[in-house]
């Protein structure tokens, strides 16, 4: 099945190869622009943890303009260099730009003013020429194969991805205790260059179809007209919308609790990325078989079904049973996360129609950035009301990190159910893979 998938003799087959080659590309490039090495670097030019901060709030507010992605890309019947251009022009700014202008302006005032116009017009450069590529590329995941393209896709950009940024960052701590930070984050944004122009090239290889859509008008109000016109696909989006905006419920203070308050220490908290690799080899087989016995709706409320437990669990840790207690939770999440993982890479396209797939997918981006940003805000208004104020329950002292792990247990519960309760009516329609 692998030579048949990736098979780079024919067109489907090279699609799917230069795919892979970009997701790879994206889980190095990923950690070098909004990441861990993201912020040492940021942290080496002497932004302060609180300007860090705001600029990482600068990249969220950006990921918004994927709700422009249809209105500006409908315009193009072809689109492959303008989203060439605009990919090119957002691996300028960022990576380029934001390493070289430092060189030459030391006011911190100046500084932060042209980081944060420079981290906004390259998101939103990225946010909206994204959109573009998942329609482009939907013409080589569709059908059955589809679950083996993401096994694949997720098993090795987590393997060779983790590697990659495990040596860079032994790099970086090797060079920085000899004195040698200013450089050092100089070589890794070059070594990051590189990697960005192989990515431009691979991303113009794969041939591009036409982009059927049912009218000619491009007008606003069809970014939100077109998708609510279809059942179907508003039908799971607003169930996906419960999983998104309960996620964000602790996506920002959950870490902080378990570290600060309870005190579980960095090398525990991270044992999930080498769990979930593991897990990744040993399990993504028996996911594939889900999706193709059920569908991939329902592999994602099965496999939230069982991480949402995991999530009540995590209201329970303490400093004196986290040992035992997250290391269960973290096996949880890991095996429910391949199953989610997978049927989550394929959530964009699973009822999404052949036309007007820019419009879909323009929506799909939005929702993705808009639900977890509801969450956060919730989970932040949540905090601000309950104070320091706690309730004692089973011994524990319940404060409000710990209801906002409840409240998140109810909505993954919700949406894993509702889910498979509406398996029928949601059922995919079938869309064969041309290889």
Known sequence: MFREIFNWNNEFGRGRCCMLYSAWIFKFLRDVIIGTLYVAYLSSIGFTLNEVSILSSVWLASSFCSFLSAAILERFPRRRYVLLIGKLLYYLLNLVGLTVIPLFVSDRASLMVIFTVIIFVSGALFNIVNGGYLTWHSNFVKGDNAAYYFSVQQTTMNIFGSIFLLGMSRFVDHFKAGGNAGWVFLVVRGIAVLFAVTDLFVLSIPKEYPYPKSTERIELKNLVLIPFGHKKFIMTMGIYAIWLLSMGLTETVGFYHLQNEVGVSMTLLNMYTPMYALLLLLTSGFWRMVISKKSWLVTFGIAGMLHAPSVLLTAFVTGSNAYWLYLVIIMIQSVAGVGLNLADLNMVYVN??????????????????????????????????????????????????????????????????????????????????RT
């Open 352 to 433: 999404t129609p052949d036309v007007d797939q820019t419009y879909y997918i323009g929506f799909f981006s939005m929702l993705q950035n808009l639900g977890p940003f509801i969450g956060k805000l919730i989970g932040g208004i949540f905090i601000g009301i309950l104070g320091e104020r706690t309730v004692l329950f089973a011994g524990i002292p319940f404060g409000s990190v710990r209801f906002l792990y409840v409240f998140q247990f109810i909505g993954l519960m919700v949406c894993s159910l509702l889910f498979i309760a509406t398996r029928k009516r949601l059922m995919p329609d079938r869309k064969e893979i």
